[in-house]
């Protein structure tokens, strides 16, 4: 991981070292130390797999990211703020969010936003592309500035297994740092979806709410070879009916969008080194197909290989890389 320090310049020279070292670490944004003479401030940042991953530790400041701003760079990313000590303010699309320590929040980097940390703090960052959270979790708008804390044991486990990703930058080859990296998503999703049913929060919307409720139950059951539309409607409290109307936005059906998940888990083991022992069917099976036939011809209409000529190529490729 890179490392910068303001000890590393002198004491009037701080506070501009670390707006420049900020701004190339997250996105373009506005700084103000609360006390410019004594400011201090450090950030060590890498990478694992899709994610970016930074700790920092500051004195008391504020950072702003206006619409000027905004429209000065393309950044596409969403942020995860993880607390470890201190107190941070959220403010963005109107809510105001407060993370204390060991809670985690969003933030969109597509819009505007004020963050302030009013204490000496600890944190992490995990920058994510837009694309693997909505994925995961539908419309973005839904869930920024919304402080997740640890009044559930998943966001307890989620916030747990953040907190040792930085760790693991360093030391892990590459098919193993996705394969984490996705897990992670795929646990933070989770947490702020049970989190986001507490009836103490009112969602933009109550489709967001249900779609997010959908797809978890599908996430929850895709190895269950007995998952169907009717029992994932069920499972989330949805009429088969109302599921379809959810995911028509998407461009998708219930049992289109199951199918689609399935088919990706397997693609994932098919590109896992760690899994290349694996047979074909044991995949297929393991990820809820019942049939490897038709498992192969709808891999190869989804992907454009067979699974077989998808691992001969995938694998190669993630070793190189």
């Given at each position: 991981?890179?490392?910068?320090?303001?000890?590393?310049?002198?004491?009037?020279?701080?506070?501009?070292?670390?707006?420049?070292?900020?701004?190339?670490?997250?996105?373009?944004?506005?700084?103000?130390?609360?006390?410019?003479?004594?400011?201090?401030?450090?950030?060590?940042?890498?990478r694992l797999a899709n994610l970016g991953v930074t700790t920092y530790e500051c004195n008391p400041c504020h950072v702003g990211r206006t619409a000027r701003d905004t429209s000065r760079d393309d950044n596409d990313d969403i942020h995860l703020l993880l607390n470890h000590s201190g107190k941070t303010i959220a403010e963005q699309d109107g809510r105001v969010a407060e993370s204390a320590t060991g809670g985690f929040m969003f933030l969109d980097m597509r819009r505007p936003f004020?963050?302030?940390?009013d204490t000496d703090s600890k944190a992490n960052t995990f920058v994510i592309?837009?694309?693997?959270?909505?994925?995961r979790l539908g419309r973005t708008a839904t869930f920024t500035a919304r402080s997740i804390?640890?009044?559930?044991?998943?966001?307890?486990?989620?916030?747990?297994?953040?907190?040792?990703?930085?760790?693991?930058?360093?030391?892990?080859?590459?098919?193993?740092?996705?394969?984490?990296?996705?897990?992670?998503?795929?646990?933070?999703?989770?947490?702020?979806?049970?989190?986001?049913?507490?009836t103490r929060l009112t969602l933009s919307s109550a489709r967001a709410t249900a779609l997010v409720r959908l797809k978890t139950a599908i996430h929850a059951h895709l190895s269950n070879p007995d998952l169907c539309p009717a029992m994932a409607a069920a499972t989330a409290g949805l009429s088969v009916r109302y599921a379809n109307v959810l995911l028509?936005?998407?461009?998708?059906?219930?049992?289109?969008?199951?199918?689609?998940?399935?088919?990706?888990?397997?693609?994932?083991?098919?590109?896992?080194?760690?899994?290349?022992?694996?047979?074909?069917?044991?995949?297929?099976?393991?990820?809820?197909?019942?049939?490897?036939?038709?498992?192969?011809?709808?891999f190869k209409s989804e992907f454009g290989f067979t699974p077989r000529d998808y691992r001969h190529n995938a694998q190669p490729l993630l070793a190189s890389g």
């Open positions: 991981m890179l490392h910068h320090s303001t000890d590393e310049v002198h004491p009037r020279d701080r506070v501009a070292y670390w707006r420049e070292v900020a701004t190339k670490a997250f996105v373009r944004h506005d700084f103000r130390a609360a006390n410019a003479t004594s400011f201090r401030a450090c950030i060590e940042s890498g004020n963050l302030d940390f592309p837009r694309r693997l959270l909505k994925a804390d640890l009044s559930t044991p998943l966001a307890n486990l989620a916030a747990s297994f953040l907190a040792m990703l930085p760790d693991c930058v360093d030391g892990l080859a590459a098919p193993a740092a996705s394969k984490l990296s996705e897990q992670a998503l795929d646990l933070v999703a989770l947490a702020y979806s049970v989190s986001s049913q507490d028509a936005q998407e461009g998708m059906s219930l049992e289109r969008y199951i199918v689609a998940q399935r088919l990706d888990r397997c693609r994932r083991a098919l590109a896992d080194p760690t899994q290349a022992h694996r047979m074909i069917a044991d995949i297929a099976f393991g990820w809820g197909f019942w049939d490897v036939s038709h498992f192969c011809r709808r």
